[in-house]
């Protein structure tokens, strides 16, 4: 409602905004679903047929916690095989984003990539070869058949945090790898960190993880592969 009255003024059919004077309901809407482990098999397992392309497509947002929006649109040129590395360069921020390939997500994307011209987009819907609008039916119905409640694509990225903060990442940490702008956002996958995240926390010490171009990137591929 306040949005047709602020278009209202801007098209010079209103004189005020009403709902500028109503208090907004704060409303809890950050969800903390995110795909447990021993659902990842069950619902890999339901990924073939017409689901084949969820097959990669999953792992792929698990291992790099990329929105969906950037994952349909991902082109070949903004896999960097070399550096090991993706560029998101169309993102929720409009700033480019940057995250490490680790070996699952380099094995995924090789050979989607391959015999493309860099302007090609990485999945393409096979009848069509043009690139996926959306995944939400057969995601839904692969779901249904792991016997998986609750959970919608965008907990795939939660998963990508939640193991980030699980191996003992910081909120810092995981806001850059996850392209967060506010670092309240990236707080919640550090909230409740399990038995033994002491053991990670050392380790991450021991292993400085500050950028995801470190020298050592060995722990942030095993993280989002696990």
């Given amino acids: 409602m306040s949005r047709i009255f602020s278009l209202a003024v801007t098209w010079g059919l209103a004189d005020s905004n009403p709902c500028s004077r109503v208090s907004r309901i704060k ?25 084949q392309h969820l097959a990669t497509m999953i792992p792929f947002a698990i291992g790099t916690g990329a929105r969906k929006s950037e994952q349909l649109t991902l082109k070949v040129r903004q896999c960097d095989f070399f550096r090991n590395l993706i560029i998101f360069d169309r993102t929720k921020s409009n700033r480019p984003r940057i995250v490490e390939m680790n070996s699952e997500v380099r094995e995924i994307l090789l050979p989607l990539c391959k015999g493309k011209r860099p302007d090609d987009y990485v999945w393409l819907f096979p009848k ?27 907990d ?13 990442f910081n909120a810092y940490d995981i806001a850059k790898l996850m392209g967060h702008a506010n670092i309240s956002t990236s707080q919640r996958y550090v909230r409740n960190l399990p038995v033994g995240a002491g053991e990670a926390v050392m380790l991450k010490n021991q292993r400085r993880h500050n950028t995801v171009t470190s020298e050592d990137s060995g722990t942030l591929r095993v993280v989002v592969n696990s």
């Fill in 156 to 168: 795939l990225r939660a998963t990508y945090g939640t193991r980030l903060g699980e191996a003992g």
């Fill in 27 to 51: 409303l809890q809407n950050q969800r903390y679903r995110y795909l447990l482990p021993d659902e990842e098999p069950r619902l890999l397992a339901q990924c073939t047929g017409k689901r």
């Fill in 128 to 154: 069509t070869g043009k690139p996926f609008v959306d995944v939400k039916r057969a995601f839904i119905r692969a779901c249904e058949d792991a016997g998986i409640e609750g959970l919608v694509w965008h």
